[in-house]
């Protein structure tokens, strides 16, 4: 157990130095032909069940509106409030309070969920315009009062004063009725091509998966006890810290690896005993790491692997700790090789949207995560329909669909090979009247971040001009405060 400890040690400290992303094949990507051709079969066959999908479903934007916003501080707090309280009009409440924060003509949605402790919540939040902070009322008692919300008249979040916070109160003045029109039908179609091929029954973690960093050891006697007599017959060099040649020793250690397990499982019977109590307690008791499940995937089956993979959600350690996407990773490569693509494209999805917790996360350390936008295009995938589906947002989608993160879809489709297509598709999205504020607001964001990725500068300010013309098509809260696409962000 003392060399697993110096293992732990050793792999933390690498994983918080440097970051390095995977490895490719011969054909450039990051999973082998074998592998592909196994996933373009799945594709076929999706593709035909898309056809005969139920495509008029109606989907409907989320509930959103205009408003004004206030927040207000000091003495006369509680008059205000009450102010509030008995709907004073927004002209009369600036009249009385001069020195408030206020800021006109605001996009709100509203948002119903689940926190992290399952409970409802209700929340009205402001969409970011041109470097304005987004401004959140979340509410978590009382949420029939929200339900139906007038217009010309407040929604209000009054925090009393704590030993860690004053005294405060926000507020949305809403100056129209919410709205939650119908998606058109051509954005509804790529919304369901999204749940076709992402089903929505299916999460990547069973529900007993354990969180840990990349090696979870508790109570796994029978798995240290195989990896000791492992390291001990293949001679892994032991970690010293005046030892300058240990990086070299361990490297060759690896290269040679798998060629003198194999022959050790040939000649030894003790590997066999050792490696079936192993794995009968991982089944057991959860938990693993990518080298022990590695063998049960060559030596007992690549199902089991990755069902044991699937029981243990790795958390980054650091914002340079890349062991969350290798899981997740190993998992996509597994689900294709045994058929699972339902697992498959949740997995590299959440790669591609980098949708791992960690500790910490630094920004500088997330340029060195690729998006793997190629491996999708290659298995015949409409991608973009695919990937702008999962960019909408809607109120009434099925359980469990998959959303994808704006700035990093975008960073994405910055490497596409269709960039004149998906250029076209996105600018005539925000142009798009028939379309709700909302989701338009969001292809604007997403044309932002593509454009902000691509390499071409000579590109990106002719694009930056299309952008300004699909802008002017907005409505004109929106447009006045975007000007110049929000200053180059």
């Known amino acids: 157990m003392k060399q697993i400890l110096i293992l732990l040690i050793s792999i933390y400290s690498f994983n918080c130095s440097a970051q390095t992303e995977f490895q490719n094949t011969d054909n450039t990507l990051i999973y082998p032909d074998s592998t592909v051709k196994k996933l373009k079969f799945i594709v076929d066959s999706l593709n035909l069940k898309f056809k005969v999908c139920d495509l008029n479903r109606t989907f409907h934007a989320k509930p959103q509106t205009r408003a004004n916003y206030i927040s207000f501080s000091g003495k006369n707090i509680i008059e205000a409030k009450k102010d509030l309280e008995a709907n004073i009009s927004w002209d009369s409440f600036l009249k009385k309070y001069p020195n408030v924060k206020a800021e006109n003509e605001l996009l709100i949605i509203k948002f119903s969920y689940k926190n992290y402790q399952q409970k409802p919540v209700i929340e009205f939040s402001s969409m970011e315009l041109n470097g304005k902070f987004q401004h959140s009322l979340v509410f978590e008692q009382h949420l029939d009062r929200y339900a139906v919300i007038p217009k010309n008249s407040w929604i209000m979040l009054y925090e009393p004063a704590t030993r860690y916070s004053t005294e405060s109160l926000s507020a949305f003045y809403i100056t129209e009725d919410f709205k939650q029109n119908p998606l058109p039908a051509h954005y509804a179609k790529m919304f369901q091509y999204s749940d076709c091929l992402i089903d929505t029954s299916t999460q990547i973690f069973a529900k007993k998966a354990i969180r840990s960093g990349v090696y979870y050891n508790a109570k796994q006697t029978k798995i240290g006890e195989f990896e000791t007599y492992i390291f001990g017959k293949t001679q892994r060099p032991v970690y010293a810290s005046e030892d300058k040649n240990y990086n070299k020793k361990i490297e060759l250690w690896y290269s040679n690896k798998a060629s003198k397990i194999d022959s050790l499982r040939k000649q030894d019977g003790r590997f066999t005993e050792l490696f079936n109590a192993a794995l009968a307690e991982a089944i057991e008791k959860g938990g693993g790491n990518d080298d022990f499940e590695e063998m049960v995937a060559l030596y007992h089956n690549k199902e089991m692997a990755l069902q044991l993979k699937r029981n243990r959600i790795v958390v980054g350690t650091c914002s340079m700790d890349d062991s969350p996407r290798r899981h997740a990773m190993n998992i996509a490569k597994l689900s294709a ?150 200053k180059g962000k």
Do not use: C
Not at 339 to 348: D, N, P
Not at 377 to 401: K, P, Q, T
Not at 424 to 442: E, G, Q, V, W
């Open 337 to 486: 090789e045994t058929a699972k693509w339902e697992i498959f494209l949740r997995a590299h999805l959440d790669i591609m949207n980098d949708r791992f917790d960690r500790m910490s996360d630094g920004s500088y350390a997330q340029a060195g995560r690729k998006t793997y936008i190629r491996e999708l295009e290659v298995l015949d995938i409409n991608v973009l329909d695919l990937l702008l589906g999962i960019s909408l947002r809607v109120e009434d989608a099925s359980n469990n669909h998959y959303y994808g993160s704006i700035s990093r879809l975008g960073r994405a489709l910055s490497e596409t090979k269709d960039r004149t297509i998906i250029e076209d598709k996105m600018l005539s999205t925000i142009a798009d009247s028939n379309l709700d504020d909302y989701n338009r607001m969001l292809i604007y964001y997403l044309y932002l971040n593509y454009n902000g990725n691509l390499s071409d500068k000579t590109l990106q300010k002719a694009n930056s001009k299309k952008l300004d013309l699909a802008v002017k098509t907005l409505p004109n809260y929106l447009a006045s405060k975007l000007g110049a696409n929000e």
